[in-house]
């Protein structure tokens, strides 16, 4: 039987481990494939791509695709506050794959990465991408930015900056769109199982809960009307 190949990794502890900003922004990358057939795709690659790959590596895992959850230099690189951080192109240079994008957001990403337009796959909500024979699912869910996609694996999710453990992603950013997330998070979100597992793009609040135990904590959901939502973001 085919075993999945799962591992969350936090920048500035299990890679950037020296780099201060990373340690601040407390990104999540994600590594997820096939044990068996030593295949893996990485999720969000950014700060330290020598680093991710070698853990990868140190899995006997070869890397043959990345996924970006949306366009934001902390999740695929580029320019942000200041500060140039590592992402795509340096995975692209170091270990040849295609990227896997939400159509919407292929424009952001090509733009803050520089990768050619050949580079990245747009998908449509509820593509699937392969890694060995584990089958990744491609949820489109708006909100922090036009295209973010969250990525349904077995009974994971991984939510990008759209759901963290206690709040949601922000909306006053280019692209940001807070009725978008309201959908997201009350409409999306209500097709998704109460025993999914959620992992978000930050460790902020925790590093992965079940979606029934969020519904009652993170304020987000308390917000049942789409006024009150707006208020809660004004």
């Known amino acids: 039987m085919t075993k999945l190949y799962f591992r969350q990794l936090l920048a500035g502890r299990d890679f950037a481990q020296t780099d201060k900003s990373a340690q601040a922004m407390e990104n ?6 096939d044990y068996d057939k030593r295949e893996c795709v990485v999720v969000d690659p950014a700060w330290d791509i020598a680093g991710i ?21 902390d999740h695929v690189g580029g320019s942000i506050y200041g500060m140039t ?28 990465t520089q990768v050619s337009d050949s580079d990245i ?34 009974d994971s999710l991984i939510s990008g900056d759209t759901l963290f453990l206690r709040g949601c992603g922000r909306v006053d950013l280019p692209g940001g769109d807070v009725d978008e997330m309201y959908r997201t998070i009350h409409e999306r979100f209500d097709k998704i199982s109460d025993s999914t597992i959620i992992y978000p793009g930050h460790n902020y609040g925790g590093s992965h809960e079940d979606l029934c135990t969020l519904r009652k904590s993170n304020p987000v959901f308390n917000y049942l009307d789409i006024k009150s939502f707006r208020r809660l973001f004004s």
């Open 121 to 154: 796959i747009a998908h449509e909500s509820g593509d699937i991408v392969k890694a060995g024979d584990i089958t990744i699912e491609l949820l489109h869910t708006p909100g922090h930015t036009p295209g973010s996609l969250c990525f349904r694996v077995k």
């Open 28 to 33: 999540f990358v994600y590594l997820i494939g």
């Open 53 to 73: 790959i070698r853990q990868a590596q140190a899995d006997n895992m070869t890397i043959v695709g990345a996924l970006a959850t949306h366009y934001h230099p």
């Open 85 to 112: 951080i590592e992402g795509l192109p340096e995975l692209l240079a170091q270990n040849p794959c295609k990227i896997h994008a939400h159509k919407l957001e292929k424009p952001g990403i090509l733009a803050v």
